[in-house]
Structure formats: structure tokens, C-alpha cells
């Protein structure tokens, strides 16, 4: 079909990917089309070797994303609703699970699924005009793509709570001071803001950001001890890389490092 051939683009500015959520007159809400074509792209970017960053964002200038397509799902039987929220779900863990850090650069409205996709990316980064929330109790819903456990994980139980119970939007202001999002900025920089941090990443050994994502991911769902054996454990595998002997060379020799993941 036409649409689910573009409803999601995919583009890569040397080691970063760039996807794009488009169907900007739906704000860009996920139906099924959007859904299959998504899971192609984090599939395609998980397996390349020299994608280093991921950056998730919507096409247009209103929304990241509306959450699921709500005109879809007004004639969805019940047993479809099931399949669209086990393959979101599946979505947003795989997009959570990638082992490279994903950005989220929310332009505008981030609701329902929406704001679920960004809480699933290790950082946010929203422009000025964004507006974040899990609306889904509005509809008599919950959060069904992560939204109940994500949240309280990233700005707190009783927060996240608020946020759910009332299904209250808040502004990037608010996102900023509740811990929501890492970063606000003018509308026209958001795309330059997040590629300027995913290039920073892009510095940095690749198997020191993998080790280092696995080692706050794994550790913080369990008790400290356990979490600093994590840490020792990813440790360790940084230590017979070229790439440490290189970075140790490189500070030596007064040089920017050249690190090949290896
Ligand atoms: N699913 C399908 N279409 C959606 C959509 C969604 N989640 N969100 C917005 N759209 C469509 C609207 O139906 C409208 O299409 P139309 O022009 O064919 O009528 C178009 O996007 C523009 O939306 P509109 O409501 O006219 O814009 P607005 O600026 O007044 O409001 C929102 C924008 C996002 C606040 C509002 O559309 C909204 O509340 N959407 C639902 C969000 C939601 O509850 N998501 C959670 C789903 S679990």
C-alpha cells in the first residue's frame, strides 16, 4: 500500500539514523501501516554496525506523535486492539532494548502512544511547542505501551500518578522541570540540538556506550549490589577492546581518538 510505504522514513547523516514518523495530518498517529513499517526500521538500524545513534521524531511541525490511530481504532474488533497493543508493546521494548542510545526530538504533541514511544528512548529532547502526556485514562484506557511503568521510573511514582490519574497535559517547561524531558529548545534548533548530543555520542567508544546503556538499564531494576555487579561485569568488557588502548594512545599523543568498536 501506498501509505505504510512512507509513513515512516528513515535516514542516516553519517553514524546517525534519523526516523521520522509521517503522516503529519494525523498527527502522525500509529496505525497498523505505521506500526509494521517502524518495526522495519529500528530491525534495520538494529543490525547495522555503523549506525551509532538512533534520533526518533515526527514529520511536520505539530506533532511527534498523536498516539494510535484512534479513527482506526473506532472500527477495530476487540481482538485486533489486542494484536496492535502486543506489537506496540514488542515495539517499544525493542526500541528500548536497541544496545545504541535513541533520542527522542519531540516537535509538538506527544500523547497516548506517543509520549509512551518517547519514554522508551534513552533522551528527550523537546522544542518549545511540545505538549507530553498520557491522555489514556481520558478514553477510560490505561497507558498500554509501557506508559504505567516507564513514567514512575523516570520522574517518580507519585508524579507519574498525577500525570496518568488526570491525563494532564504539560508543556516542555513543565517536561523540563519534572525530569520528563533532558532539554527544551526553539522549535527551528530541535533537529541541530539533537544531532549535536548524538554526535557527542558519537565521540565515545561504541562499546563503552553499549556496555554503559546495558549497565543503567539492567542495574536500576534491581538492588544496588546486583547493579554494581552489572557494572562490573560491563566493565570487563570493555577492558581487552582496541578501542580503550586507543583512547589511552589518543590522550597521550595529544589526538582525537579513531575507535572502531572493536
Ligand atoms: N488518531 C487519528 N487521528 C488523529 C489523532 C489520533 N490519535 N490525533 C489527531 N488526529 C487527526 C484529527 O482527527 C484531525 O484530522 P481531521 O483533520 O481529518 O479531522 C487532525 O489529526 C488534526 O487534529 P485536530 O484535532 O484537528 O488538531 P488540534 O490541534 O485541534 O488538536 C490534538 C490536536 C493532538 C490535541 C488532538 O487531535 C487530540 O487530542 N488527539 C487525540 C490524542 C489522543 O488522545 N491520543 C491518545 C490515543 S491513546
Same mark, same amino acid.
Given at each position: 500500500? $501506498?501509505?505504510?510505504?512512507?509513513?515512516?522514513?528513515?535516514?542516516?547523516?553519517?553514524?546517525?539514523?534519523?526516523?521520522?514518523?509521517?503522516?503529519?495530518? #494525523?498527527? *502522525?498517529?500509529?496505525?497498523?501501516?505505521?506500526?509494521? #513499517?517502524?518495526?522495519?526500521?529500528?530491525?534495520?538500524?538494529?543490525?547495522? &554496525?555503523?549506525?551509532?545513534?538512533?534520533i526518533?521524531?515526527?514529520?511536520g511541525?505539530?506533532?511527534?506523535?498523536?498516539?494510535?490511530?484512534?479513527?482506526?481504532?473506532?472500527e477495530? &474488533?476487540?481482538?485486533?486492539?489486542?494484536?496492535?497493543?502486543?506489537?506496540?508493546?514488542r515495539?517499544?521494548?525493542?526500541?528500548?532494548?536497541?544496545?545504541?542510545p535513541?533520542?527522542?526530538?519531540?516537535?509538538?504533541? #506527544?500523547?497516548?502512544?506517543?509520549?509512551?514511544?518517547?519514554?522508551?528512548?534513552?533522551?528527550?529532547?523537546?522544542?518549545? *511547542?511540545?505538549?507530553?502526556?498520557?491522555?489514556?485514562?481520558?478514553?477510560?484506557?490505561?497507558?498500554?505501551g509501557?506508559?504505567?511503568?516507564?513514567? &514512575?521510573?523516570?520522574?517518580?511514582?507519585?508524579?507519574?500518578?498525577?500525570?496518568?490519574?488526570?491525563?494532564?497535559?504539560?508543556? $516542555?517547561?513543565?517536561?523540563?522541570?519534572?525530569?520528563?524531558?533532558?532539554?527544551?529548545?526553539?522549535?527551528?534548533?530541535?533537529?541541530d540540538? #539533537?544531532m549535536?548530543?548524538?554526535?557527542?555520542?558519537?565521540?565515545?567508544? &561504541?562499546?563503552?556506550?553499549?556496555?554503559?546503556?546495558?549497565?543503567?538499564?539492567?542495574?536500576?531494576?534491581?538492588?544496588?549490589?546486583?547493579?554494581?555487579?552489572?557494572?562490573?561485569?560491563?566493565?570487563?568488557?570493555?577492558?581487552?577492546?582496541?578501542?580503550?588502548?586507543?583512547?589511552?594512545?589518543?590522550?597521550?599523543?595529544?589526538?582525537?581518538?579513531?575507535?572502531?568498536?572493536?
Open positions: 500500500m $501506498a501509505e505504510s510505504q512512507n509513513v515512516v522514513h528513515i535516514e542516516r547523516q553519517e553514524k546517525v539514523a534519523v526516523i521520522t514518523l509521517n503522516r503529519p495530518d #494525523a498527527m *502522525n498517529a500509529i496505525n497498523f501501516g505505521m506500526l509494521d #513499517a517502524l518495526t522495519e526500521a529500528i530491525d534495520s538500524v538494529r543490525f547495522d &554496525p555503523e549506525i551509532r545513534v538512533l526518533i521524531t515526527g514529520a511541525e505539530k506533532a511527534f506523535c498523536a498516539g494510535a490511530d484512534l479513527k482506526e481504532r473506532h477495530m &474488533p476487540e481482538i485486533r486492539v489486542k494484536a496492535f497493543l502486543h506489537t506496540l508493546r515495539l517499544y521494548s525493542d526500541i528500548e532494548a536497541l544496545s545504541k535513541v533520542i527522542s526530538a519531540v516537535n509538538g504533541f #506527544a500523547l497516548g502512544g506517543g509520549m509512551e514511544m518517547a519514554l522508551a528512548t534513552d533522551i528527550r529532547i523537546a522544542s518549545m *511547542n511540545a505538549s507530553m502526556g498520557l491522555t489514556e485514562t481520558r478514553l477510560a484506557v490505561i497507558p498500554g509501557g506508559g504505567t511503568q516507564r513514567l &514512575p521510573r523516570i520522574i517518580g511514582k507519585a508524579k507519574a500518578k498525577e500525570l496518568i490519574f488526570t491525563g494532564r497535559r504539560v508543556d $516542555a517547561r513543565e517536561a523540563l522541570d519534572v525530569g520528563l524531558v533532558n532539554q527544551i529548545c526553539e522549535p527551528h534548533l530541535l533537529m540540538e #539533537a549535536i548530543m548524538a554526535q557527542m555520542i558519537c565521540e565515545a567508544g &561504541p562499546i563503552a556506550i553499549e556496555q554503559a546503556k546495558y549497565a543503567i538499564d539492567a542495574g536500576l531494576e534491581t538492588d544496588l549490589g546486583t547493579g554494581l555487579g552489572i557494572e562490573s561485569n560491563a566493565y570487563r568488557v570493555t577492558i581487552p577492546t582496541q578501542d580503550r588502548l586507543e583512547g589511552i594512545s589518543a590522550f597521550l599523543e595529544k589526538r582525537k581518538p579513531v575507535y572502531t568498536g572493536r
